[in-house]
């Protein structure tokens, strides 16, 4: 069966923009961020799927949705060949920006245009 809940989209959908029009994140971040968030996204309707599925009752297709999914969410918390698990970067830029002061990300943009 699939859990109620999903992952939370909601501070990326909001804080996202902010950052990269403040110029706070760098192309790299935002690769990491990106297909993490990404990721999520998919997990999401992977998880929409497998609540259709069970409706459906077809037991198939509700492990293969499941198969998929635990896939989907091994690739954001495994590590990869000598990397950190995307997981593990997505937070680690996260907190970086949190300890930001936000006065200091408007500052960003008006040092980069002199």
Known sequence: ??????????SYQVSFPVLLADGAVTENEIIIIG????LAEEINRG?????????????????????????????MIEAR?????LFDEAIKILKSKLSLKWWS???INIKRKR
């Open 105 to 107: 990300l408007g500052s």
């Open 1 to 10: 069966m699939s859990p109620l809940y999903r992952l939370p989209l909601i």
């Open 47 to 75: 998880l929409d799927n497998a609540a259709e599925m069970v409706l459906s009752g077809d037991q198939q297709k509700i492990q293969q949705e499941f198969n998929r999914n635990c896939l989907k969410a091994k690739a």
């Open 35 to 38: 297909r993490f968030f990404s």
């Open 81 to 85: 060949e000598g990397l950190e698990s």
